[in-house]
């Protein structure tokens, strides 16, 4: 089997498994803690997102210069100096992180969050236990970023996978046999994410080979990826702005309660990234190894393959959370009430995502040719467009009018970013990206939602109806997908044909 192959094939088994367990617990979450407490989770999982923005680039970049290496473009010197120098930054931007999020808590516990059953005190306390949680959170990425970048995705995805089971079991273990707080929840992610890093720090430091001298801070290695870095810094604060304004504003101007609704919903529909991640984590050292050795027409291939991948996968799970959603919500939870609050806000946001997904691949393929300044500058014009009217909608429209705008900001990507970046890159595959990788396999997955939808079930009263319902609707719409898809529906058949045939 090939590098890439094992690569997706591990990063499916393995992130499969971590979302498996984030989505199997959080019916309990909710029961355990309430809505309310749920809504800071959400409000955790927003903070970590914004304070993506410290880490300065640093993920990224490790992770391409890590696949640099191994194409031979470092020095086992300069590699070891890269990340001494990123380390010793890391450590010392995350006691920073956490003291000014503990300073906050009050604040943010008495002036923006909107309690109406958690106390003042217990929303701080959360807070400040959640300041720790995000600061030791921030320091496994660059571990991470380093795996990836060095191919070791296969014993990351294992590893994830195990503590990802433990993180989750025991989070649900502390809450049912020790204290149902969300202090208690804290607690527990603080401790397996100070676990995390050290075992992932182990990995990285055994996965390179030692320097001739001890690696040290090196003013020169910082400098030779500081063009790059910066770039990425100006993605991922963009993209920041572009993906969690709308959260910002919703959890200032709605209740703790109704802004869980909101999270559920995008957590649900991140779904999605879990299937597209993978794909993009495979495929991308591979792509920066191609560019480094100038082989444009296994490059061409190779991000095809990709993006047609990722839609054939992706659309059916767009149809069925689009035009199911009160169903898969009620399969999933067993909790009507819990179904009729979310599916509308599932049903618009569940569109933004899975366009945004499509874009992925060709975001891979420019931070592969090292050029960010389209992905800049295409971000400032859509943050100019869409802060101004998240002010104007949130208020009138809530949620939902939040939600419409994230889909309305992906179709411009996908209709106007992709032009300009088929210009320098890969010229002569914009209109098969468009047409072989997006429209045709989606359109199959979508023709038959359409036909499912007059047969779904009448009643939200019997789980086991839906599920049979969904899955039955899920494989036929993936059956279409991928008979619509000219580059994946044959590797598929071959694979077929060696596990019948051998």
């Known amino acids: 089997m090939s590098l890439i192959k094992r690569n997706l094939v591990a990063n499916y088994l393995g992130q499969g498994w971590v979302a498996l367990m984030g989505l199997a617990f959080i019916p309990l979450y909710i029961r355990y803690l309430g809505m309310e407490a749920y809504g800071l989770i959400g409000l955790f999982v927003l903070i970590q997102a914004w304070l993506a923005l410290l880490d300065m680039g640093m993920t990224p970049t490790l992770n391409r210069e890590m696949a640099r290496f191994t194409a031979g473009a470092h020095s086992p010197q300069s590699i070891n100096d890269l990340l001494r120098s990123l380390e010793i930054l890391c450590f010392l931007l995350a006691p920073l992180i956490a003291a000014i999020l503990w300073a906050c808590s009050d604040w943010l516990a008495s002036d923006w969050l909107k309690a109406d059953r958690l106390p003042r ?10 300041a720790v949680v995000v600061a030791l959170r921030f320091v496994e990425g660059i571990y991470r970023g380093s795996l990836f970048g060095l191919q070791k995705q296969v014993w990351y995805n294992g590893a994830s996978a195990v503590l990802a089971t433990v993180r989750q079991a025991g989070a649900v273990a502390v809450l049912v046999w ?7 929840f ?22 390179l080979p030692e320097s001739p001298k001890p690696p040290g801070f090196s003013r020169k290695a ?10 990425m810094i ?26 869980g609704y909101y999270t559920l919903a995008t957590t649900i529909a991140g779904v999605l990234y879990m299937i597209i991640i993978p794909i993009t984590q495979s495929l991308y ?77 060709p975001y891979q393929l420019q931070i592969a040719h090292g050029s960010t300044g389209l992905i800049v500058r295409t971000n400032v014009v859509a943050v100019a467009l869409l802060v101004p009217a998240i002010f ?24 106007i970013y992709l032009q300009f970046m088929h210009r320098r890159i890969l010229q002569q595959e914009k209109w098969r990206w468009y047409f072989a990788d997006v429209l045709r396999p989606a359109g199959g997955s979508i023709i038959v939602g359409l036909a499912a939808f007059a047969l779904q079930p009448a009643a939200f009263q019997k789980r086991w109806l839906w599920l049979i319902f969904l899955l039955l609707t899920g494989l036929l719409s993936l059956a279409a997908s991928l008979l619509m898809a000219d580059r994946i529906r044959p590797k598929f058949f071959a694979i077929m044909n060696r596990a019948f045939y051998g």
């Open 392 to 415: 104007w909608a949130v208020p009138r429209y809530g949620a939902v009018g939040a939600a419409w705008l994230w889909a309305l900001l992906n179709v411009g990507y996908a209709l």
């Open 121 to 130: 005190a217990v929303v701080a306390q959360a807070i400040s236990l959640m």
């Open 234 to 259: 100006g993605i991922t604060l963009l993209g920041i702005l572009l993906t969690q304004v709308d959260k910002v504003l919703l959890s200032r101007l709605m209740t703790l309660e109704a802004f």
């Open 186 to 207: 804290f607690l527990w992610q603080g401790f397996l994410s100070l676990v995390t890093i050290v075992v992932l720090a182990q990995k990285v430091h055994s996965a």
């Open 222 to 231: 910082i400098e030779d990826v500081l063009a790059f870095a910066g770039g």
């Open 285 to 361: 050292p591979s792509l920066v190894e191609l560019f480094t050795q100038q082989d444009q027409v296994t490059m061409a291939s190779v991000y095809h393959q990709g993006a047609q991948l990722i839609t054939v996968l992706t659309a059916p799970v767009l149809m069925l959370l689009s035009f199911f959603s009160e169903g898969v919500i009620f399969m999933w939870s067993g909790d009507a009430v819990l179904a009729q609050k979310t599916s509308v806000i599932l049903s618009v946001l569940v569109i933004g995502t899975f366009l945004n997904g499509l874009m992925y691949m």
């Open 178 to 184: 020790i204290s149902p707080t969300i202090q208690a």
